[in-house]
């Protein structure tokens, strides 16, 4: 299914995906009663946040990502995928680390988890960390810096 | 230990197949999200609205239920004040989702798909990590 007037949008998939991930942030809520916020389950895993669930448990959550990934990619028998050069990975994982941690979550935590709560917080957060995100690809588009390949 | 186990590996690799199955391991879908303003992909609209809708129905049911079915007690965030902190965190955040068009999900899940890439990504972002940890000597 397409959508008029968006030719490359895909609406179907991306409701798919997103009913998946709202199925996988609902079990951790209801299984293990905790937020699915996958920037804390980082910081947990690695040992750089004390708080939230085991270090155990957040290291089998991050390792169900890319199985998950996996699984999409040999059903689908491939993804499109492009992905910027290496500085500009590093810097754009550099501001997103930071970001995160100051900002106490990321699209899952705040964005899922938080908005469908309708914490205040949460909502702010994603309003906040969306208008950035899109006042820095217009200017980046502005000043004609293609990152993509 | 299955009880331990079963649920978080369960759980993320949903997530993952989502994100995947969703388009969020592409960069390129992401920023044409964020391109609001150039050739705009709604796609990622979908991938949010039917993530909260499956969450909110969730957020729901939790209150009714004594204690999580594989963990002795809830422990949920809490916190209700906007900070300076907050703010200026999801700005950073959303500057650099927009730069690389990645976020910390879909970093780790694109491990799988480019590695190398990836990889690059979810180093930085740990060091990002680490460095407001070392700065706030946590």
């Known amino acids: ?149 | 230990m299955i009880k331990r186990i079963l649920p978080p590996l369960a759980s993320g690799t949903l997530f993952g197949a989502g994100l995947a199955l969703g388009g969020m391991t592409d960069p390129a879908r992401v920023r044409g999200f964020l391109d609001l303003f150039g050739d705009w992909d709604p796609t990622l609209a979908f991938v949010m609205g039917g993530a909260v809708i499956v969450m909110a129905l969730a957020w729901r049911f939790q209150p009714r239920m004594a204690a999580p079915l594989f963990a002795e007690k809830f422990a949920l965030p809490n916190r209700t004040e906007l900070t300076p902190r907050l703010i200026g965190g999801a700005a950073l955040f959303g500057i650099g989702w927009g730069v690389a068009g990645l976020c910390p999900g879909p970093g780790v899940a694109a491990l799988v798909i480019e590695p190398a890439s990836a990889a690059i990504f979810v180093v930085a972002m740990l060091a990002g990590m680490g460095l407001v940890r070392l700065i706030e000597g946590a």
Do not use: D, K, Y
């Open chain 1, 1 to 149: 299914m397409t959508l008029p007037g968006f030719p490359e949008a895909a609406p179907l998939a991306g409701l798919g995906g997103g009913i998946l991930i709202g199925l996988a942030a609902a079990l951790m809520l209801l299984g293990a009663g905790r937020i699915a916020g996958v920037s804390g389950i980082a910081a947990r895993a690695t040992g750089l946040s004390s708080g939230g669930m085991s270090g155990s448990s957040a290291w089998m959550f991050l390792l169900g990502l890319p199985l998950g990934a996996l699984v999409v990619v040999m059903l689908s028998g491939g993804l499109e995928a492009s992905f910027a050069n290496p500085w500009v990975l590093a810097i754009a994982g550099l501001l997103v680390g930071i970001g995160t941690r100051l900002g106490s979550g990321c699209t899952s935590g705040h964005g899922v988890c938080g908005v469908s709560r309708l914490s205040q917080r949460s909502i702010v957060a994603t309003l906040t960390f969306m208008a950035a995100g899109i006042a820095t690809v217009a200017a980046m588009n502005a000043a004609g810096l293609e990152v993509l390949p």
